[in-house]
């Protein structure tokens, strides 16, 4: 089995709301990512995690707040968001060996719209 | 740095026809090479991937060799299907993933 979930699967918010996206996996994988995706693009890395601990933050504004309560969740806390700041997200997750070979496998994304 | 180029699209095939799009790379040490695809509305499915030179990924009747004297992992299907149509992402992971930007396929029945 090689599925990641997410939800919700379209999310639509005002600046001032705050709202969380949610990311599980069960494949025993101990790395965890965040992307954002725009339209006709390829994904940008924006968070990493390794066995619950954020090692990778690729200078995101802090409106945007990962956390990863257990091995199995990944969550995305948004405050205060930009229109900008519409697009797909994608959480993904891999072994974190720190090698090659690591294949990552993708959610099917929310759909974020920021009014 | 590492970086990803792929062909320009978007590409657009009667079905049945031989799907080429051309990968190439720019790496240092040994990266694993992947092809991913994006359906309509849909998250990335890791459609094959290569984890050293020579070898060959396939699935689904797609299929891409790590070419590493040329650094080219092209994707090639014999003959596509309307069900194809997609978009398809190559990228490398020597310790994280880089994305080349995507080739929009479209097969016309």
């Known amino acids: 089995d090689t599925e990641v979930t997410q939800t919700p699967k379209h999310l639509v918010m005002g600046m001032t709301n705050k709202k969380s996206l949610k990311c599980e996996q069960h494949m025993g994988h101990r790395a965890m990512y965040w992307y954002k995706q725009k339209a006709k693009k390829p994904p940008e890395l924006m968070f990493v995690y390794s066995y619950e601990k954020l090692s990778i933050n690729e200078s995101v504004p802090s409106r945007f707040s990962p956390e990863c309560p257990n091995s199995s969740l990944l969550n995305l806390h948004l405050h205060a968001l930009q229109p900008e700041d519409s697009a797909l997200y994608l959480c993904?997750?891999?072994?974190?060996?720190?090698?090659?070979?690591?294949?990552?496998?993708f959610g099917p994304g929310t759909r974020l719209t920021v009014l | 740095g590492n970086s990803v180029t792929q062909m320009e699209g978007p590409v657009t095939l009667s079905e049945e026809a031989f799907l080429t799009i051309n990968c190439t790379y720019t790496?240092?040490?040994?990266?694993?090479l992947f092809w991913y695809v994006q359906y309509p509305g849909e998250g990335l499915q890791l459609l094959l991937k290569a984890t050293k030179a020579d070898d060959k990924g396939s699935n689904k009747g797609f299929e891409a060799t790590y070419r590493k004297e040329t650094t080219s992992f092209h994707l090639e299907k014999g003959s596509v299907q309307v069900s194809d149509s997609a978009v398809y992402f190559c990228?490398?992971?020597?310790?994280?993933?880089?994305f080349g930007e995507g080739t929009q396929l479209t097969v016309n029945p």
């Open positions: 990228a490398l992971n020597p310790s994280r993933l880089t």
């Open positions: 993904a997750s891999s072994r974190p060996s720190g090698t090659a070979a690591d294949t990552q496998y």
């Open positions: 790496a240092t040490g040994y990266p694993s």
